[in-house]
């Protein structure tokens, strides 16, 4: 229930027109079933252009089909992926790139130069790109495989922004696709991956296959994270769309299917007691659940009394009703996640097993709190957030706060969060999401950490101090200087309590025994690599 699913909403407005066109790739020969893996992802694929919505099972379909300019290791560290070789200019304002060999679309023209400069423009009107655009002078082309992005101002975090796994990623198109606004979706699904999307065997609402890409040529490094060789050692990935969770399990000890992005806690025994199934975390860094206040009206527009929450909150028992296997919960005291870079202990010795439910009170008697009523939005849809919001509500009832649960949808609580009026104009005072833990690693794009007020994302904190130090964040040369500003605006977040964290979720996969050397990278499941027996 990550932020980038959610904005599969006004994506699947445009899902049908992405499968319209005529047929490019011809079904061929079906390979057999040991060359062929079955999969059913998290969400099924309702939007097929990974710039147009950042919904996770999007993303993962650009990783297959479309190629990236650079990429992060398993460090989170950005190398080159499409780029063979680059160079910045003495006043780093300049920046040139130098395709590597052997880059092809799969409908069998050439890639170029032109290809990379329209695709970073069309990306730089999303999110991840929005910077890159401010500070850029000039994007263009030199010779069909030479680029050049000329900056107004040096861009220390040009690289990285580049290789980024927050939002939309940089995923290359062709020209001609790339040549359109982000909010116009591509439809041609033509990339130069190592995996091509089969037009002719698309069936929306049942599965969607890809080929091997046999003219692709992998880099020859290691694969490393999203970096590295992407080598393709079977025929064909089948992605099946299974929504009821208990014949996605059936199927799956069947050997119908051999992977499931995510299952159920309580599947968990069966999987691990069936000798020819196994769990694998592939995403270790997992979601960052977070509590959103309302900053603009009563109580929370009160220092104090979000201070309160800070220390009602025990994190432990959400997560006994989030993540009842402990091996996959664990606590998250940083604004910027437990598995990151720029993680840090700064400023949290508000920190306590169980809460302090005392200390709670005085604050929000400190913060004069008078008898408002906090209205929890309650996602029935969500059975995690549902019960945090259960528990939160009943925590705060304990303590003499006028506390109320409004159940509804995620549909309804993504409307009625859009409301900045008070609870008795149909607003709201709480509210509970997540997003992904690598993604709190990037102040600049990760919507939890920006602090500008009205300008910023539901619940509109504001801290002057904190968004002066946030503003230095692309400027930073070195990620020694990086991690000590991060120390320094973590410090001023827990301060003014821009917002709180609840815990962090690790959801593992399933997968049969003969289903081998899956990747294991943040955020995202990639498909090269992988061998079935």
């Keep these: 229930m990550s932020i980038s699913r959610r904005n599969v909403i006004k994506a699947g407005l445009a899902a049908g027109a992405a499968l319209s066109i005529p047929s490019v790739l011809r079904a061929q020969t079906a390979p057999t079933a040991a060359r062929t893996v079955r999969m059913v992802m998290s969400d099924a694929l309702t939007a097929f252009d990974p710039i147009f919505t950042t919904s996770g099972t999007t993303q993962n379909h650009g990783l297959a089909i479309y190629d990236m300019l650079f990429a992060l290791d398993s460090n989170l560290l950005p190398q080159s992926q499409m780029v063979g070789k680059w ?60 680029f050049t992005i000329a900056l107004k101002e040096p861009l220390g975090l040009l690289i990285d922004l580049l290789a980024t796994v927050a939002g939309s990623s940089l995923f290359i198109m062709r020209e001609r696709d790339a040549d359109r606004p982000a909010t116009e979706q591509v439809t041609a699904n033509i990339g130069s991956g190592p995996f091509k999307f089969n037009h002719a065997l698309a069936k929306p609402g049942a599965s969607f296959t ?46 119908e299917i051999d992977f499931l992005q995510t299952s159920p806690p309580d599947f968990y025994a069966a999987i691990e007691n069936d000798p020819n199934l196994a769990l694998q975390v592939l995403d270790k860094s997992g979601d960052d659940m977070c509590l959103r206040m309302n900053h603009l009206q009563k109580p929370f527009n009160n220092v104090k009394a979000r201070q309160a929450m800070l220390h009602l909150i025990d ?42 439910p005392k200390k709670a009170r005085q604050l929000f008697a400190e913060a004069g709190y008078a008898g408002e009523k906090v209205v929890i939005l309650q996602p029935t849809s969500w059975a995690e957030a549902s019960n ?49 833990d690598i993604v709190q690693s990037d102040p600049i794009t990760a919507v939890f950490l920006d602090a500008r007020g009205e300008k910023a994302w539901f619940g509109w904190p504001k801290n002057d ?40 979720r690790v959801r593992p996969s399933a997968r049969r025994n003969t289903l081998t050397d899956l990747i294991e990278i943040p955020q995202r499941v990639v498909m090269w690599n992988l061998q079935k027996a």
Aim: charged share 30%; proline share 3%.
């Design 210 to 255: 890809y080929d091997r890409n046999e003219k692709y040529v992998p880099r020859s490094e290691a694969p490393d994270g999203f970096t590295g060789g992407k080598v393709v050692n079977v025929d064909r990935i089948i992605w099946d769309i299974i929504a009821d969770d208990q014949t996605a399990l059936a199927a799956l000890q069947a050997g």
């Design 465 to 504: 101090e904190y968004e002066a130090l946030r503003a230095k964040w692309p400027d930073v040369e070195t990620l020694e200087e990086r991690k000590a500003l991060a120390r320094k605006m973590q410090g001023i977040w827990w301060d003014f309590v821009g917002d709180i964290r609840l815990g962090q």
């Design 315 to 356: 994190q432990e028992a959400i997560l006994r009703v989030t993540a009842p296997d402990p091996r996959y919960g664990h606590t998250v005291t940083s604004i910027f996640g437990n598995d990151t870079l720029y993680s840090n202990d700064e400023n949290t010795g508000w920190y306590k097993k169980g809460g302090d």
């Design 388 to 436: 945090a919001a259960q528990l939160v509500a009943a925590a705060l009832q304990k303590i003499g706060v006028n506390a109320e649960l409004a159940p509804s949808d995620w549909g309804g609580i993504v409307a009625r969060r859009a409301n900045k009026g008070p609870v008795e104009s149909g607003g709201w005072s709480i509210f509970i999401t997540e997003d992904s």
């Design 87 to 146: 160079g910045v200019s003495d006043d780093k304002k300049t920046y040139t790139f130098e395709l590597r060999d052997g880059l092809a679309w799969h409908d069998g023209t050439a890639l170029t130069a032109a290809d990379c400069v329209a695709s970073i423009r069309r990306w730089g009107q999303t999110s991840g790109g929005q910077l890159l655009m401010e500070r850029a002078r000039d994007i263009s082309k030199k010779d069909d495989k030479t």
